[in-house]
């Protein structure tokens, strides 16, 4: 090819991304241009260069993590989006005329168990509180979990301590309760190790209400 | 100790009896969570590992990984067959780094300033640094020129820092390229050149020892 090649091509020859043939048809005009035997020079060091020394696949730390926390982000959107359940005419339940029978019973039961003067049993909440999932990357770290009416606080033992030129910043500026969380805390722990499964079980979960 | 692939950045053929993206896409826009967590295996190193080259600080890699897979999801049921699922999710990744980058910067008026990239301290003890059968003194000479690459790539301006990522380090076509960055193959051809002139000059010390 002794015309110069169309903008496109010649970027493709400076790439080496041309079969042979086609390289050796823009080469026969190229070779004669210094400014694009430079480019291509340019390109094929910069390839070498960046290519062999900058990763073009990292494996992202913490991996299982990282997945993790997509999985729960879809599922909290699926669940969001998921329509409310209806019962249609057509699909009523067969027991459904039991039910005004059933709330008169239960009402008369209610007022039987206050008329006689016995303090009603605490009953349980109606919705189930789900312990927090618990991850410490780094092993030998303890994490315990503490809720009250009026604070979270992660409590976090074996890691670095923090250096005395180290400023809190404002926003993590919070005066302390202790005495509060002491008496009507929900907590959880977690060890490094024992996995999600372990942190649920842990014997040291309570709940005080 | 995280594990850095060197591998070429052509993308790694798929086994005869595993699904193709196209089939996981299909599953996953049918709701199907365990194919998008698949999918999401086979491309978060590349995706981590360009966005990392972008933004320079671990973290902050990892949450704007994270954000690209989640914006994948959302926007999954709009996705078509016509592009390729992994060029799609560069664009989208590449879109987050450009939004964090102007989130991070937002009085220079959508003019992006490189200031903003400069690293404090590359940490050569960091989780991702690669942990290889190598001389100690061949290791720090590894590491110094990877440093070196890597603070002449922060002197780039965002785009100029992409296009030659996505060349240069992931392999990538031209026609693929426009399509992340969403310009034409011409704008990709002029920013190229652009970015490897200025890392010859940055980096001159190495083109003249090629």
């Known amino acids: ?110 007022f039987m168990l206050g008329h ?26 303890d994490a315990e979990y503490v809720a009250s009416n009026d604070a979270t606080v992660i409590l976090l033992a074996g890691v670095d301590a923090i250096p005395d030129d180290w400023e809190i910043p404002e926003t993590a500026m ?26 649920k079980q842990s014997d040291n979960s309570r709940a005080r209400h | 100790m995280n594990k850095r692939v060197r591998s070429a950045s052509k993308e790694s053929q798929e086994a005869d009896n595993e699904p193709s993206d196209e089939e996981l896409v299909s599953q996953a826009q049918a ?45 999954l049921p709009r996705f078509e067959a016509k592009a390729q699922f992994s060029t799609w999710l560069y664009r ?13 910067r937002p009085e220079s008026g959508g003019e992006l300033n490189d200031e903003i990239f400069r690293s404090e301290n590359i940490d050569p003890a960091s989780l991702t640094t690669p942990s290889h059968d190598q001389r100690p003194d061949e290791a720090l000479k590894t590491e110094e020129l990877r440093i070196k690459i890597e603070a002449a790539l922060e002197k780039l301006t965002p785009q100029h820092r992409q296009v030659v990522v996505l060349k240069d380090v992931q392999g990538m076509a031209y026609k693929d390229i426009a399509d992340i960055m969403d310009c034409s193959i011409g704008t990709v051809m002029s920013r190229l050149h652009y970015a490897r002139q200025k890392l010859q000059t940055l980096l001159k010390d190495e083109y003249e020892a090629r």
């Open chain 2, 31 to 75: 709701g199907d969570a365990s194919a998008y967590d698949e999918l999401v295996n086979r491309h978060r190193g590349r995706i981590y590992a360009m966005i990392r080259q972008m933004v320079k600080n671990d973290a902050d890699a990892w949450d704007l990984s994270q954000e690209a897979f989640i914006k994948a999801w959302r926007a």
């Open chain 1, 116 to 141: 006689d003067g016995s303090p009603a049993q605490d009953l349980a909440p109606a919705t189930v509180s789900l312990s927090p999932v618990l991850y410490t990357p780094e092993k030998g770290v």
């Open chain 1, 174 to 199: 919070l005066e302390p309760e202790p005495s509060r969380m002491a008496d009507n805390g929900e907590r959880h722990r977690h060890r490094h190790g024992w996995g999600q499964d372990n942190a």
């Open chain 2, 92 to 104: 989208i990744a590449h879109n987050s780094v450009y939004d964090w980058a102007r989130r991070k």
């Open chain 1, 1 to 110: 090819m002794n015309t110069k090649p169309d903008e496109e091509l010649l970027a493709l020859w400076v790439e080496d991304e041309l079969d042979e043939a086609s390289a050796a048809s823009v080469e026969e005009w190229a070779i004669s241009q210094p400014e694009w035997v430079e480019l291509r020079e340019q390109a094929r060091w910069s390839k070498s260069l960046l290519g062999s020394n900058l990763p073009a696949e990292e494996e992202v730390p913490h991996a299982e993590f990282f997945n993790a926390r997509i999985s729960r982000e879809i599922r909290i959107e699926q669940e969001r989006s998921a329509p409310a359940a209806s019962v249609s005419k057509g699909q009523r339940m067969p027991w459904a005329w039991l039910m005004p029978a059933t709330a008169a019973a239960g009402i008369a039961l209610g």
